[in-house]
DNA sequence: CCGATGCATCGAAGTCTGTCAATATCCACG
DNA sequence: CGTGGATATTGACAGACTTCGATGCATCGG
Protein backbone atom coordinates (compact mmCIF):
# COMPACT_ATOMS: atom_id res chain seq x y z
CA UNK A 1 0.00 0.00 0.00
CA UNK A 2 2.74 2.52 0.50
CA UNK A 3 3.79 2.14 -2.86
CA UNK A 4 2.28 5.37 -4.23
CA UNK A 5 3.11 7.65 -1.15
CA UNK A 6 6.44 8.05 -2.71
CA UNK A 7 5.35 8.56 -5.85
CA UNK A 8 5.13 12.43 -5.25
CA UNK A 9 7.81 11.99 -2.37
CA UNK A 10 10.31 11.13 -5.15
CA UNK A 11 10.14 14.40 -6.89
CA UNK A 12 12.73 15.94 -5.30
CA UNK A 13 15.98 17.50 -6.18
CA UNK A 14 18.84 15.93 -4.11
CA UNK A 15 21.07 18.72 -5.01
CA UNK A 16 19.19 21.88 -5.50
CA UNK A 17 18.36 22.72 -2.00
CA UNK A 18 19.08 20.85 1.49
CA UNK A 19 16.95 17.82 1.82
CA UNK A 20 14.80 17.73 5.22
CA UNK A 21 15.06 14.61 7.03
CA UNK A 22 12.17 13.24 5.59
CA UNK A 23 12.62 13.60 2.14
CA UNK A 24 16.08 12.39 2.42
CA UNK A 25 14.50 9.73 3.82
CA UNK A 26 12.24 9.19 1.12
CA UNK A 27 14.87 9.50 -1.69
CA UNK A 28 16.87 6.95 0.33
CA UNK A 29 14.46 4.45 -0.23
CA UNK A 30 14.19 4.62 -3.63
CA UNK A 31 17.84 4.19 -4.00
CA UNK A 32 17.97 1.39 -2.13
CA UNK A 33 15.92 -0.39 -4.01
CA UNK A 34 19.03 0.34 -6.98
CA UNK A 35 21.85 -0.59 -4.78
CA UNK A 36 20.76 -4.36 -5.16
CA UNK A 37 23.00 -6.19 -7.87
CA UNK A 38 19.72 -8.84 -8.21
CA UNK A 39 17.44 -5.91 -8.42
CA UNK A 40 19.15 -3.93 -11.53
CA UNK A 41 19.15 -6.66 -13.24
CA UNK A 42 15.61 -7.56 -12.69
CA UNK A 43 14.66 -4.30 -14.19
CA UNK A 44 17.21 -4.37 -16.55
CA UNK A 45 15.66 -7.89 -17.89
CA UNK A 46 12.33 -6.84 -17.53
CA UNK A 47 13.08 -3.40 -19.84
CA UNK A 48 14.38 -5.83 -22.26
CA UNK A 49 11.32 -8.31 -23.13
CA UNK A 50 9.87 -7.41 -25.97
CA UNK A 51 6.39 -6.15 -24.44
CA UNK A 52 8.22 -4.66 -21.82
CA UNK A 53 6.73 -7.12 -19.22
CA UNK A 54 8.19 -10.24 -17.89
CA UNK A 55 6.62 -12.67 -14.96
CA UNK A 56 8.32 -14.20 -12.14
CA UNK A 57 9.35 -17.31 -13.74
CA UNK A 58 10.91 -15.78 -16.68
CA UNK A 59 13.44 -14.04 -14.18
CA UNK A 60 14.22 -17.03 -11.97
CA UNK A 61 16.26 -18.71 -14.50
CA UNK A 62 18.46 -15.82 -16.02
CA UNK A 63 19.52 -14.11 -13.01
CA UNK A 64 20.37 -17.62 -11.27
CA UNK A 65 18.38 -16.79 -8.38
CA UNK A 66 15.80 -18.65 -6.24
CA UNK A 67 12.03 -17.84 -6.98
CA UNK A 68 11.61 -16.95 -3.62
CA UNK A 69 14.29 -14.57 -3.98
CA UNK A 70 13.33 -12.78 -7.16
CA UNK A 71 9.65 -12.61 -5.62
CA UNK A 72 11.63 -10.26 -2.66
CA UNK A 73 13.51 -8.78 -4.82
CA UNK A 74 10.69 -7.72 -7.34
CA UNK A 75 8.40 -6.42 -4.41
CA UNK A 76 11.20 -4.47 -3.14
CA UNK A 77 11.05 -2.82 -6.46
CA UNK A 78 7.24 -2.53 -6.53
CA UNK A 79 6.88 -0.86 -3.14
CA UNK A 80 9.72 1.63 -4.33
CA UNK A 81 7.17 2.61 -6.90
CA UNK A 82 9.54 1.32 -9.83
CA UNK A 83 7.85 -1.61 -10.98
CA UNK A 84 3.94 -2.38 -11.61
CA UNK A 85 2.61 -5.69 -10.93
CA UNK A 86 -0.61 -7.09 -12.44
CA UNK A 87 -2.12 -10.82 -11.84
CA UNK A 88 -2.88 -12.16 -15.33
CA UNK A 89 -4.64 -16.04 -14.35
CA UNK A 90 -1.78 -17.96 -12.55
CA UNK A 91 1.12 -15.61 -13.57
CA UNK A 92 1.80 -12.18 -12.18
CA UNK A 93 3.67 -9.87 -14.48
CA UNK A 94 5.82 -7.07 -13.57
CA UNK A 95 6.58 -3.76 -16.06
CA UNK A 96 8.38 -0.29 -15.75
CA UNK A 97 7.31 2.55 -14.20
CA UNK A 98 8.47 4.94 -16.16
CA UNK A 99 7.22 7.87 -14.53
CA UNK A 100 8.96 7.08 -11.24
CA UNK A 101 12.53 6.28 -12.99
CA UNK A 102 11.68 9.85 -14.53
CA UNK A 103 11.85 11.44 -11.00
CA UNK A 104 14.85 9.42 -9.90
CA UNK A 105 16.77 10.82 -12.99
CA UNK A 106 15.24 14.07 -11.87
CA UNK A 107 16.76 14.04 -8.17
CA UNK A 108 19.87 13.73 -9.78
CA UNK A 109 19.57 16.80 -12.16
CA UNK A 110 22.95 18.89 -11.12
CA UNK A 111 22.65 22.63 -9.89
CA UNK A 112 22.83 25.09 -12.70
CA UNK A 113 26.35 26.85 -11.29
CA UNK A 114 27.96 23.67 -11.04
CA UNK A 115 27.04 22.01 -14.18
CA UNK A 116 29.33 24.27 -16.44
CA UNK A 117 32.03 24.53 -13.67
CA UNK A 118 33.94 22.07 -12.15
CA UNK A 119 36.63 23.42 -9.89
CA UNK A 120 36.65 27.12 -8.37
CA UNK A 121 40.41 27.99 -7.40
CA UNK A 122 39.93 29.72 -4.44
CA UNK A 123 36.01 29.37 -1.85
CA UNK A 124 36.19 31.59 0.80
CA UNK A 125 37.01 29.79 4.30
CA UNK A 126 33.43 29.81 5.82
CA UNK A 127 32.43 30.85 9.66
CA UNK A 128 32.57 27.95 11.97
CA UNK A 129 30.90 27.52 15.21
CA UNK B 1 42.78 3.91 -4.51
CA UNK B 2 39.14 2.24 -6.30
CA UNK B 3 37.58 5.37 -6.55
CA UNK B 4 38.28 6.27 -10.45
CA UNK B 5 38.09 2.19 -11.31
CA UNK B 6 34.16 3.04 -11.31
CA UNK B 7 33.86 6.76 -13.08
CA UNK B 8 34.01 4.61 -16.05
CA UNK B 9 32.15 1.46 -14.61
CA UNK B 10 29.32 3.63 -13.90
CA UNK B 11 28.65 4.95 -18.05
CA UNK B 12 26.08 1.70 -17.91
CA UNK B 13 22.84 1.56 -18.99
CA UNK B 14 20.49 -0.14 -17.13
CA UNK B 15 17.22 -0.30 -18.76
CA UNK B 16 18.81 -0.50 -22.49
CA UNK B 17 19.61 -3.55 -22.37
CA UNK B 18 20.58 -6.79 -19.64
CA UNK B 19 22.90 -6.51 -17.58
CA UNK B 20 25.37 -8.91 -16.49
CA UNK B 21 26.61 -9.68 -13.43
CA UNK B 22 29.82 -7.61 -13.19
CA UNK B 23 28.01 -4.60 -14.72
CA UNK B 24 24.92 -4.64 -12.20
CA UNK B 25 27.42 -5.11 -9.52
CA UNK B 26 29.47 -1.91 -10.41
CA UNK B 27 26.45 -0.34 -10.47
CA UNK B 28 24.75 -1.22 -7.59
CA UNK B 29 27.73 -0.11 -5.92
CA UNK B 30 27.09 3.48 -7.32
CA UNK B 31 23.68 3.75 -6.07
CA UNK B 32 24.16 2.16 -2.80
CA UNK B 33 25.95 5.45 -1.94
CA UNK B 34 22.91 7.48 -2.42
CA UNK B 35 20.95 4.99 -0.60
CA UNK B 36 21.13 6.34 2.62
CA UNK B 37 19.75 9.45 4.57
CA UNK B 38 22.59 10.86 6.18
CA UNK B 39 24.45 10.53 2.47
CA UNK B 40 21.65 11.97 1.04
CA UNK B 41 22.03 14.95 2.85
CA UNK B 42 25.53 15.13 2.57
CA UNK B 43 25.16 15.42 -1.00
CA UNK B 44 22.89 18.03 -0.93
CA UNK B 45 24.34 20.49 1.97
CA UNK B 46 27.59 20.26 -0.17
CA UNK B 47 25.55 21.26 -3.52
CA UNK B 48 24.04 24.01 -1.35
CA UNK B 49 26.78 25.99 -0.39
CA UNK B 50 27.72 29.06 -2.10
CA UNK B 51 31.27 27.90 -3.42
CA UNK B 52 30.03 24.61 -4.06
CA UNK B 53 31.98 22.87 -1.37
CA UNK B 54 31.80 21.99 2.54
CA UNK B 55 34.55 20.65 5.05
CA UNK B 56 33.42 18.40 8.23
CA UNK B 57 33.15 20.84 10.95
CA UNK B 58 30.18 22.15 8.45
CA UNK B 59 28.25 19.13 8.21
CA UNK B 60 28.61 17.49 11.26
CA UNK B 61 25.86 20.31 13.03
CA UNK B 62 23.10 20.45 10.48
CA UNK B 63 22.99 16.53 10.14
CA UNK B 64 23.22 16.11 13.31
CA UNK B 65 25.59 13.04 13.39
CA UNK B 66 28.68 12.51 15.31
CA UNK B 67 32.01 13.55 13.41
CA UNK B 68 33.31 10.32 12.83
CA UNK B 69 29.75 9.24 11.06
CA UNK B 70 29.80 12.09 8.72
CA UNK B 71 33.55 11.31 8.03
CA UNK B 72 32.79 8.02 7.28
CA UNK B 73 29.72 8.94 4.93
CA UNK B 74 32.00 11.28 3.06
CA UNK B 75 34.55 8.49 2.58
CA UNK B 76 31.65 6.27 1.17
CA UNK B 77 30.31 9.06 -1.47
CA UNK B 78 33.80 9.50 -2.19
CA UNK B 79 34.81 6.40 -2.93
CA UNK B 80 31.42 5.99 -5.15
CA UNK B 81 33.63 9.40 -7.27
CA UNK B 82 30.66 11.43 -6.28
CA UNK B 83 32.59 13.58 -3.97
CA UNK B 84 36.31 14.73 -4.63
CA UNK B 85 38.38 15.61 -1.52
CA UNK B 86 41.00 18.51 -1.39
CA UNK B 87 42.60 18.75 2.03
CA UNK B 88 43.87 22.98 2.91
CA UNK B 89 45.57 23.07 5.74
CA UNK B 90 43.78 21.80 8.85
CA UNK B 91 40.40 21.13 6.61
CA UNK B 92 39.29 18.81 4.34
CA UNK B 93 36.81 20.14 1.48
CA UNK B 94 34.67 18.09 -0.21
CA UNK B 95 32.47 18.96 -3.61
CA UNK B 96 30.46 17.46 -6.09
CA UNK B 97 31.78 15.43 -9.08
CA UNK B 98 29.15 16.48 -11.03
CA UNK B 99 30.69 13.99 -14.60
CA UNK B 100 29.80 11.01 -11.64
CA UNK B 101 26.17 12.01 -11.06
CA UNK B 102 25.49 12.95 -14.36
CA UNK B 103 26.76 9.07 -14.78
CA UNK B 104 24.65 8.32 -12.74
CA UNK B 105 21.65 9.77 -14.19
CA UNK B 106 22.19 8.14 -17.56
CA UNK B 107 22.42 5.09 -16.12
CA UNK B 108 18.44 5.46 -15.72
CA UNK B 109 17.72 6.46 -19.16
CA UNK B 110 14.51 5.05 -20.34
CA UNK B 111 14.34 2.92 -23.25
CA UNK B 112 12.92 4.80 -26.33
CA UNK B 113 10.31 2.43 -26.60
CA UNK B 114 8.85 3.05 -23.35
CA UNK B 115 9.84 6.61 -23.24
CA UNK B 116 6.29 7.72 -24.01
CA UNK B 117 4.21 5.15 -23.45
CA UNK B 118 2.92 5.02 -20.02
CA UNK B 119 0.94 1.71 -19.74
CA UNK B 120 -0.44 -0.07 -22.21
CA UNK B 121 -4.25 -1.60 -22.43
CA UNK B 122 -3.71 -5.18 -23.43
CA UNK B 123 -0.05 -6.84 -23.33
CA UNK B 124 -0.59 -9.78 -24.89
CA UNK B 125 0.45 -12.89 -23.23
CA UNK B 126 4.00 -14.17 -23.62
CA UNK B 127 5.05 -17.43 -24.60
CA UNK B 128 5.43 -19.24 -21.30
CA UNK B 129 8.25 -22.05 -21.29
C1' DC C 1 -14.04 -31.33 -6.35
C1' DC C 2 -8.87 -32.50 -6.92
C1' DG C 3 -4.37 -32.18 -8.38
C1' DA C 4 -0.93 -29.29 -10.43
C1' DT C 5 1.30 -24.97 -11.15
C1' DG C 6 2.90 -20.22 -10.31
C1' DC C 7 3.65 -16.95 -6.87
C1' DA C 8 3.90 -15.00 -2.08
C1' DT C 9 5.06 -15.48 2.70
C1' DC C 10 7.58 -17.35 6.70
C1' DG C 11 11.65 -18.59 9.32
C1' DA C 12 16.50 -18.89 9.72
C1' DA C 13 21.47 -18.25 8.78
C1' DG C 14 25.08 -15.44 7.52
C1' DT C 15 26.65 -10.95 6.19
C1' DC C 16 26.65 -6.14 5.88
C1' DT C 17 25.61 -1.38 7.58
C1' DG C 18 24.96 2.83 10.42
C1' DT C 19 26.26 4.77 14.50
C1' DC C 20 29.17 6.45 18.11
C1' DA C 21 33.00 6.62 21.81
C1' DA C 22 37.73 6.28 22.02
C1' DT C 23 41.91 6.86 19.81
C1' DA C 24 45.17 7.95 16.29
C1' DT C 25 46.88 11.02 12.61
C1' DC C 26 47.74 15.26 10.40
C1' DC C 27 48.68 20.16 10.24
C1' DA C 28 49.37 24.99 11.74
C1' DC C 29 51.32 27.89 14.98
C1' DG C 30 54.32 29.41 18.59
C1' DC D 1 59.32 20.40 19.60
C1' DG D 2 54.94 20.65 21.75
C1' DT D 3 50.39 22.11 21.96
C1' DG D 4 45.76 22.44 20.09
C1' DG D 5 42.28 21.82 16.71
C1' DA D 6 40.32 19.30 12.59
C1' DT D 7 39.87 15.00 10.49
C1' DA D 8 40.47 9.93 9.93
C1' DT D 9 40.56 5.29 11.80
C1' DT D 10 39.35 1.56 15.02
C1' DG D 11 36.32 -1.34 17.71
C1' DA D 12 31.93 -2.58 19.06
C1' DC D 13 27.03 -3.24 18.89
C1' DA D 14 22.32 -3.19 17.33
C1' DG D 15 19.58 -3.43 13.45
C1' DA D 16 18.78 -4.36 8.59
C1' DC D 17 19.67 -6.98 4.39
C1' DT D 18 20.28 -11.01 1.15
C1' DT D 19 19.44 -15.56 0.39
C1' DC D 20 17.10 -19.93 0.38
C1' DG D 21 14.19 -24.10 1.90
C1' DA D 22 9.74 -25.04 3.45
C1' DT D 23 5.14 -23.83 3.41
C1' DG D 24 0.78 -21.47 2.29
C1' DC D 25 -2.44 -19.41 -1.09
C1' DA D 26 -4.71 -18.73 -5.33
C1' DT D 27 -5.90 -20.21 -9.88
C1' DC D 28 -6.37 -23.19 -13.95
C1' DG D 29 -7.44 -27.76 -16.06
C1' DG D 30 -9.95 -31.76 -15.87
Redesign the pocket.
Known amino acids: MPIDEGAAGCRLQVLREPLGRADAEELARCF?AL?????LRLLSFIAAQPGGEA????L?GPL?????????????LTEAGLLA?E?R????YYRLVPARIAALRDALALPAVTAGVTTRSRPRRAS?R
Chains 1, 2 share one sequence.
Open positions: HADRGRCVCHTGLAQPTVSHHLRVRRGTWAV
